[in-house]
């Protein structure tokens, strides 16, 4: 009996937090998944009485030219401004600000968290009003005689990933601080002892020591990155043409330009799968050891 | 399992939040004793608020127990149809009289969000000054009346004569076909790098405004149409050289630049600055564009009707007609859901009668639809081009009445979009175009052009 009240005591305060989890996480991914498989609509005949179609949204998806290219162009994202740029920048500027002097840890810092703690819409702006064909960094360039092309429209990915890097760069740096300060020094001073010098020391004690903060940190920015959808809508609404339409993107226009909600969900369940892909191999590849 | 249990503190937290936020806005939904009116707000075009809110001040001095609630919708054109639909998806925000669009009345008769008007309208004794094409332009598919009608439009070509004049062209320029309009645009390119000497509306961000104002006025004058005795044509000569037309104005420097001609704001910005700065010499753009530049327009411009000429669109090469408009209009409808029919009605016959009617055509420089608003003095007096547009009602044409024509026009969109910035040829482009639709209609509801 003990066992059964103490297993209720335990439910009771997680009871709350399973409901809405079920309520606003599960919920919409279930009606996404079943809305996928009908040709719901928000208006015509089919906004009325949606149909069951099947596979025909997913078999439409495969046909369409778009689809692909999108897929892709979600894939460079993720893997350009999260894997590589936010992780990579993340864990430089963590390294670099440890030893840097006080006031320069903190000026650096505060200004690689500004960007962070912006509302997505403000950042999206500053970063429209940064690479605008008359924008900041084309009056920066003007400035010393060079003749900025129009980012937004010429290297509309270029200019959506280095936004994405600035905005979230300093949510891995918080994580890589925390991550690095946990490394205890007796190790990294036993292994300059040994003759190991600074790389050396990175790669063989101090990532493999800080390897689950990796993995938790390259989860959630890539999962944070597949579902960019404000910057990349403010900054080039996905154009020109489809050059920088990611899954969210397209999604949107699908389901409420062209107001096919039903392809548009299946989309967003591709995307879902994506997702939980990027997860599994992270989990697999980076799987703690038992220690 | 670290990595779960980080996650659902800050996901409970979200979801939390949302709850309370949800519950804090909720309990807005109409009862009897209010009207809910939804209508389009955006950037130049104030007609609508301002008229709606004078028809609300009159109707609830005549109705005290009645509250009229009105719900602006700042939005470019086509996330106007989006939000109109979602709030009419829920019982709560439907809306009991809204702003619409005679193109998408069919449609969304069929998706079950309008009501049929013809009881209150049989007993509505103004209703027979309505003009017949007024009448059929708010039925649905039964036949029933859905919408009533509060003007109609059509499509020109303006033009600034100063701009014409430096380049060499008369006053009364009037091209005999698509050849002489890209000429004259070549011509004011060459007086003046810094004009662009042509805009028309094309791709995705301008929405219906880039496909009627821009593709339709181009492949109505190609003797090709997009919709025959009930099928959809495809692969027909006419929409490969509309979309040559529009490559060659994009890639030739004549028209905005991509990345302007793809900017939400760009119609705001032709009618309300480029035109009156003599930014922009010829406009290929609808009758209703001087309303900016009245007293009571966004942008009033006293000299406007010295300093802007017009002319019909040509058909391709000349011809018979040899000129092309598009025709559409908007109406107000009533929300199937409306807990207070006979209101929506009366507020809806209040806004379209003949003072208000009047006032807002004459306002929005709307082509009369009721015969005693055309034949008012004011009416004719206060703009000069009132009656070129009006005589282009002869060689006017309609988008296909179906309700598959706005999923059609996306892809019209999309093609437009795809040869403006060069990512696809015009064959390209027509050939995708064609798939996209019998994947819409199915292929036994097209026909080879």
């Given at each position: 009996?003990?066992?059964?009240?103490?297993?209720?005591?335990?439910?009771?305060?997680?009871?709350?937090?399973?409901?809405?989890?079920?309520?606003?996480?599960?919920?919409?991914?279930?009606?996404?998944?079943?809305?996928?498989?009908?040709?719901?609509?928000?208006?015509?005949?089919?906004?009325l009485s949606p149909e069951w179609i099947g596979f025909d949204n997913y078999a439409a998806l495969v046909g369409d030219p778009d689809f692909p290219k999108s897929l892709w162009l979600t894939v460079v994202f993720v893997f350009l401004s999260a894997v590589v740029g936010q992780n990579v920048m993340g864990i430089l500027l963590a390294g670099l600000l440890r030893s840097a002097v006080k006031p320069v840890r903190s000026i650096a810092s505060t200004v690689v968290v500004a960007a962070w703690v912006l509302p997505e819409i403000v950042a999206a702006f500053a970063a429209y009003a940064f690479f605008h064909s008359e924008g900041t960094l084309n009056t920066l360039l003007g400035g010393i005689g060079i003749t900025g092309p129009d980012w937004l429209y010429s290297t509309p990915m270029l200019a959506v990933i280095l936004a994405n890097i600035w905005r979230g760069t300093a949510f891995s740096m918080m994580v890589y601080s925390a991550a690095l300060a946990e490394v205890p020094p007796e190790l990294t001073e036993a292994a300059q002892l040994d003759g190991a010098n600074g790389l050396q020391r990175l790669t063989w004690v101090t990532l493999p020591v800080i390897?689950?903060?990796?993995?938790?940190?390259?989860?959630?920015?890539?999962?944070?990155?597949?579902?960019?959808?404000?910057?990349?809508?403010?900054?080039?609404?996905?154009?020109?043409?489809?050059?920088?339409?990611?899954?969210?993107?397209?999604?949107?226009?699908?389901?409420?330009?062209?107001?096919?909600?039903?392809?548009?969900?299946?989309?967003?369940?591709?995307?879902?799968?994506?997702?939980?892909?990027?997860?599994?191999?992270?989990?697999?590849?980076?799987?703690?050891?038992?220690? | 399992m670290r990595t779960a249990r980080f996650l659902i503190a800050p996901v409970a937290a979200a979801a939390l939040a949302l709850s309370l936020g949800a519950c804090g806005s909720g309990g807005g939904g109409s009862d009897a004793s209010t009207i809910k009116v939804a209508y389009q707000k955006f950037g130049n075009f104030t007609q609508a608020d301002e008229l709606f809110k004078d028809v609300k001040a009159d109707y609830e001095k005549a109705n005290p127990d009645i509250t009229v609630e009105l719900v602006p919708i700042e939005a470019q054109q086509n996330d106007y149809f989006t939000k109109l639909a979602l709030m009419n998806r829920s019982p709560s925000t439907a809306p009991d009289v809204m702003y619409e669009d005679t193109y998408m009345i069919k449609s969304d008769v069929e998706a079950g969000y309008l009501a049929p008007l013809d009881d209150y309208l049989a007993e509505w004794d103004e209703w027979d000054q309505f003009v017949d094409s007024a009448k059929e332009a708010g039925a649905g598919d039964d036949g029933k009346t859905y919408g009533v009608s509060m003007g109609t439009d059509t499509r020109g070509l303006w033009f600034n004569k100063d701009v014409l004049a430096k380049a060499g062209l008369p006053e009364d320029w009037a091209p005999k076909s698509w050849d002489e309009l890209l000429e004259a645009a070549r011509a004011i390119k060459e007086s003046d790098p810094d004009v662009v000497p042509f805009n028309m509306y094309s791709g995705k961000p301008q929405g219906e405004a880039a496909v009627m104002q821009g593709f339709e006025m181009l492949l109505y004058g190609t003797g090709d149409t997009l919709y025959e005795d009930g099928k959809w044509v495809l692969g027909s000569q006419g929409f490969v050289d509309s979309l040559d037309f529009i490559t060659t104005v994009f890639t030739e420097g004549l028209a905005p630049t991509p990345q302007q001609a793809l900017d939400t704001n760009i119609g705001n910005t032709v009618q309300a600055e480029w035109l009156p700065e003599g930014k922009v010499g010829i406009a290929l753009d609808g009758s209703w564009v001087a309303g900016n530049w009245l007293e009571s327009g966004v942008a009033p411009w006293p000299e406007w009707s010295e300093k802007m000429g017009t002319a019909p669109m040509p058909t391709q090469d000349g011809a018979a007609p040899g000129a092309v408009s598009m025709s559409g209009?908007?109406?107000?409808?009533?929300?199937?859901?409306?807990?207070?029919?006979?209101?929506?009605?009366?507020?809806?016959?209040?806004?379209?009668?003949?003072?208000?009617?009047?006032?807002?055509?004459?306002?929005?420089?709307?082509?009369?639809?009721?015969?005693?608003?055309?034949?008012?003095?004011?009416?004719?007096?206060?703009?000069?081009?009132?009656?070129?547009?009006?005589?282009?009602?002869?060689?006017?044409?309609?988008?296909?009445?179906?309700?598959?024509?706005?999923?059609?026009?996306?892809?019209?969109?999309?093609?437009?979009?795809?040869?403006?910035?060069?990512?696809?040829?015009?064959?390209?482009?027509?050939?995708?175009?064609?798939?996209a639709v019998i994947g819409i209609v199915g292929e036994e509801n097209t026909v080879q052009g």
């Amino acid at each position: 009996m003990a066992v059964t009240s103490r297993g209720v005591a335990r439910v009771v305060p997680l009871a709350p937090a399973v409901v809405l989890l079920a309520l606003f996480m599960l919920g919409p991914v279930v009606w996404s998944f079943y809305g996928s498989f009908t040709n719901a609509a928000l208006t015509g005949p089919a906004a009325l009485s949606p149909e069951w179609i099947g596979f025909d949204n997913y078999a439409a998806l495969v046909g369409d030219p778009d689809f692909p290219k999108s897929l892709w162009l979600t894939v460079v994202f993720v893997f350009l401004s999260a894997v590589v740029g936010q992780n990579v920048m993340g864990i430089l500027l963590a390294g670099l600000l440890r030893s840097a002097v006080k006031p320069v840890r903190s000026i650096a810092s505060t200004v690689v968290v500004a960007a962070w703690v912006l509302p997505e819409i403000v950042a999206a702006f500053a970063a429209y009003a940064f690479f605008h064909s008359e924008g900041t960094l084309n009056t920066l360039l003007g400035g010393i005689g060079i003749t900025g092309p129009d980012w937004l429209y010429s290297t509309p990915m270029l200019a959506v990933i280095l936004a994405n890097i600035w905005r979230g760069t300093a949510f891995s740096m918080m994580v890589y601080s925390a991550a690095l300060a946990e490394v205890p020094p007796e190790l990294t001073e036993a292994a300059q002892l040994d003759g190991a010098n600074g790389l050396q020391r990175l790669t063989w004690v101090t990532l493999p020591v800080i390897r689950r903060s990796i993995s938790t940190n390259l989860m959630l920015t890539t999962l944070q990155t597949l579902s960019v959808f404000t910057l990349i809508y403010v900054m080039t609404g996905g154009g020109p043409g489809t050059d920088s339409s990611t899954l969210p993107i397209l999604a949107y226009q699908e389901a409420f330009k062209f107001a096919q909600v039903g392809y548009g969900t299946a989309i967003a369940t591709v995307m879902i799968i994506v997702g939980g892909i990027f997860s599994v191999i992270y989990i697999r590849a980076l799987r703690p050891e038992v220690d | 399992m670290r990595t779960a249990r980080f996650l659902i503190a800050p996901v409970a937290a979200a979801a939390l939040a949302l709850s309370l936020g949800a519950c804090g806005s909720g309990g807005g939904g109409s009862d009897a004793s209010t009207i809910k009116v939804a209508y389009q707000k955006f950037g130049n075009f104030t007609q609508a608020d301002e008229l709606f809110k004078d028809v609300k001040a009159d109707y609830e001095k005549a109705n005290p127990d009645i509250t009229v609630e009105l719900v602006p919708i700042e939005a470019q054109q086509n996330d106007y149809f989006t939000k109109l639909a979602l709030m009419n998806r829920s019982p709560s925000t439907a809306p009991d009289v809204m702003y619409e669009d005679t193109y998408m009345i069919k449609s969304d008769v069929e998706a079950g969000y309008l009501a049929p008007l013809d009881d209150y309208l049989a007993e509505w004794d103004e209703w027979d000054q309505f003009v017949d094409s007024a009448k059929e332009a708010g039925a649905g598919d039964d036949g029933k009346t859905y919408g009533v009608s509060m003007g109609t439009d059509t499509r020109g070509l303006w033009f600034n004569k100063d701009v014409l004049a430096k380049a060499g062209l008369p006053e009364d320029w009037a091209p005999k076909s698509w050849d002489e309009l890209l000429e004259a645009a070549r011509a004011i390119k060459e007086s003046d790098p810094d004009v662009v000497p042509f805009n028309m509306y094309s791709g995705k961000p301008q929405g219906e405004a880039a496909v009627m104002q821009g593709f339709e006025m181009l492949l109505y004058g190609t003797g090709d149409t997009l919709y025959e005795d009930g099928k959809w044509v495809l692969g027909s000569q006419g929409f490969v050289d509309s979309l040559d037309f529009i490559t060659t104005v994009f890639t030739e420097g004549l028209a905005p630049t991509p990345q302007q001609a793809l900017d939400t704001n760009i119609g705001n910005t032709v009618q309300a600055e480029w035109l009156p700065e003599g930014k922009v010499g010829i406009a290929l753009d609808g009758s209703w564009v001087a309303g900016n530049w009245l007293e009571s327009g966004v942008a009033p411009w006293p000299e406007w009707s010295e300093k802007m000429g017009t002319a019909p669109m040509p058909t391709q090469d000349g011809a018979a007609p040899g000129a092309v408009s598009m025709s559409g209009g908007w109406t107000l409808a009533m929300g199937s859901g409306s807990k207070n029919p006979d209101a929506a009605f009366e507020f809806i016959s209040m806004a379209l009668d003949r003072e208000n009617s009047l006032w807002f055509d004459v306002a929005n420089s709307q082509i009369a639809v009721r015969t005693d608003v055309a034949e008012d003095p004011e009416y004719t007096k206060t703009n000069p081009t009132t009656e070129f547009f009006t005589g282009l009602v002869d060689v006017t044409n309609f988008r296909p009445a179906t309700s598959d024509y706005p999923k059609v026009s996306n892809e019209i969109m999309v093609a437009m979009e795809a040869v403006m910035t060069g990512q696809q040829t015009p064959e390209e482009a027509a050939a995708a175009y064609d798939e996209a639709v019998i994947g819409i209609v199915g292929e036994e509801n097209t026909v080879q052009g």
